[in-house]
């Protein structure tokens, strides 16, 4: 049973940055595709960024050019670095692991989520 710790949120400015993690463990992390998703008050959970075992990458619109998605299979962590951050990025961050190498799932499909983190992006 996988288990997912998401950290590394916190309150910044519009245009700030943040790193956040994604430590995995109960899963042969490398095998799978990863994926970085968020859900705003009273909206629906999104799917933000994919990465797959290999490391090819995959951004959803509204972040692209401004976050990026990293893995440490040695850490069996996932990371995302966000930049020039938007109010309209506040929400909270979970990761979640795909069904194989490729592709990561819909959050509804997801039984299980980890904490999540929560980022604010405010003056």
């Known amino acids: 049973q ?3 710790v998401e950290s590394g949120g916190g309150l910044v400015q519009p245009g700030g940055s943040l790193r956040l993690s994604c430590a995995a463990s109960g899963t042969t992390f490398s095998i799978y595709a990863m994926g970085w998703y ?3 008050p ?3 959970r999104e799917l ?3 990465i797959t075992s290999g490391g090819k990458t995959k951004y959803g619109d509204s972040v692209k050019g401004r976050f990026t998605i990293s893995r440490d ?3 069996s962590t996932v990371y995302l670095q966000m930049n020039s951050l938007k109010p309209e990025d506040t929400a909270v961050y979970y990761c979640n692991k795909g069904g194989n ?5 819909a959050p509804y499909e997801y039984d299980y ?4 983190t929560q980022v604010t992006v405010s003056s």
Do not use: C, I
Request: aromatic share 8%; glycine share 12%; net charge positive.
């Open 2 to 4: 996988v288990q997912l």
């Open 38 to 40: 968020r859900q705003a």
């Open 101 to 105: 190498s490729w592709s990561v799932k």
């Open 113 to 116: 989520w980890g904490q999540g």
């Open 42 to 44: 009273g909206k629906q």
């Open 48 to 50: 933000v960024a994919t």
């Open 73 to 75: 299979n040695a850490k």
